[in-house]
């Protein structure tokens, strides 16, 4: 049990998904079993600990994977056999299936005025917060008492220093669009869920221009929350926290909010992007 | 970011017990979401939540109960005898799970 519990925590620790198989309930034969075995399976199908019999081990390495794609637990209940139980049958073994996953990731890039509070939201919400910046007396874990860590680094770093995955958001609030601009240039193409950059539209408009120049492209652009937030007309720094972190539930949870970010490219910038690339994919 | 199976961990290499709650099944209209966990130490002591009040002191009670007993069950809770009942309702499962720092074996040494 021990040694399950450990290699749980490990596969969380280095962000790796697995499955925890557990017998919750055994009836009739199935009581062959014991309540309460274990069976962990990684994403790599690699199995710790047992259900007890080789056919449960069996029948549960088979499912883990579909219970890894669903994200969600389950329950199921099996014959001996590693067959699934007939609706009313006497004999069964149940057993839930709990896939763990690594928690959803808050990037906060730039430790201003408007990190403070989004970090403490950010760890409300359950995420595993991270903030970033290049100045030694800002990215400090005394400014960040809630963040899982706190990076001193240069922007130019971010995509090489912190894996940015299916399940980083990523918010960038640093005290210059140059800033900004330097790891939006980096991070377009990264499979992060949600990109929020802070600014006003005009600073928004700078920095895709520049951007558009280089050759990034409208799509990847267009999926950038700037200006960041849900309309809520936010004024001070944790009205404007409070209006990120809202669109971030929004977008995680696929629902209805009334984002403040350009949905269309002005009419100035796509000329910018014609010059570079080839099509002018909604006009 | 510590997980529950750190806490787990932690507790068993003080050669101490938990008991680890977790929704496993909902009816009716329940606040509960499955995978939910609270975790209640010997001491009685709670970390996490499995949905508020109308259902965790009755799994709490449950969880201390069976860590005195060292066995892993499934109870049934019944939100509609709750007297906040017009507040929830349904029914659920939750899975009481002793993790103990021996095997089984050692059960009876950690009564109460």
């Not at chain 1, 697995?18 to 055994?26: P, Y």
């Not at chain 1, 449960?56 to 499912?63: P, S």
């Not at chain 1, 950059?197 to 652009?221: A, P």
Request: contains cysteine; hydrophobic residues 45%.
């Amino acid at each position: 049990m021990l040694d399950l519990a450990r290699q749980a925590a490990a596969a969380l620790e280095r962000r790796e998904p697995a499955v925890i198989a557990t017998v919750v309930h055994a009836r009739g034969q199935g009581r062959a079993v014991p309540v309460g075995a274990k069976l962990m399976v990684g994403a790599d199908g690699r199995a710790c600990g047992s259900l007890g019999v080789q056919t449960l081990d069996r029948a549960a390495g088979a499912q883990a994977a579909e219970v890894l794609a669903g994200g969600e637990p389950h329950l199921a209940q099996y014959e001996l056999s590693g067959d699934p139980a007939p609706r009313r049958s006497r004999d069964y073994v149940q057993v839930l299936y709990e896939p763990l996953l690594p928690p959803d990731r808050l990037l906060v890039i730039g430790a201003g005025h408007i990190a403070v509070p989004l970090h403490e939201i950010g760890r409300i919400l359950d995420f595993e917060v991270i903030v970033v910046d290049d100045r030694a007396d800002f990215a400090t874990p005394a400014r960040f008492p809630q963040a899982d860590d706190v990076l001193c680094i240069p922007f130019s770093d971010v995509p090489a220093r912190i894996a940015i995955d299916r399940t980083t958001y990523l918010v960038l609030v640093t005290r210059a669009h140059e800033h900004d601009e330097e790891v939006l240039r980096r991070v377009a193409d990264s499979p992060a869920p949600y990109i929020g950059m802070i600014g006003s539209k005009r600073r928004v408009i700078t920095v895709y221009r520049r951007l558009l120049g280089e050759g990034v492209s409208q799509e990847q652009l267009k999926r950038v929350f700037a200006p960041v937030g849900l309309a809520i007309n936010a004024r001070t720094p944790q009205e404007i926290a409070v209006a990120v972190m809202a669109e971030i539930v929004s977008v995680k949870r696929h629902g209805q909010g009334n984002h403040s970010a350009l949905r269309e490219m002005p009419r100035s910038l796509q000329a910018v992007a014609a010059g570079s690339a080839e099509s002018l994919p909604d006009s | 970011m510590p997980s529950v199976y750190d806490d787990i961990v932690e507790r068993l290499e003080q050669a101490e017990s938990l008991a680890v709650a977790t929704v496993i099944q909902t009816r009716g209209s329940t606040p509960q979401k499955v995978g939910a966990k609270l975790l209640v130490h010997p001491d009685g002591r709670t970390q996490g939540t499995i949905g508020g009040g109308c259902v965790e002191a009755e799994v709490w009670k449950e969880a201390t109960a069976a860590l005195r007993t060292g066995a892993s069950r499934v109870v049934e809770v019944d939100l509609n005898d709750d007297v906040m009942g017009d507040v929830c309702g349904g029914t659920l499962s939750v899975f009481i799970d002793v993790w103990q720092p021996q095997a089984a074996a050692s059960r009876s040494e950690n009564g109460a």
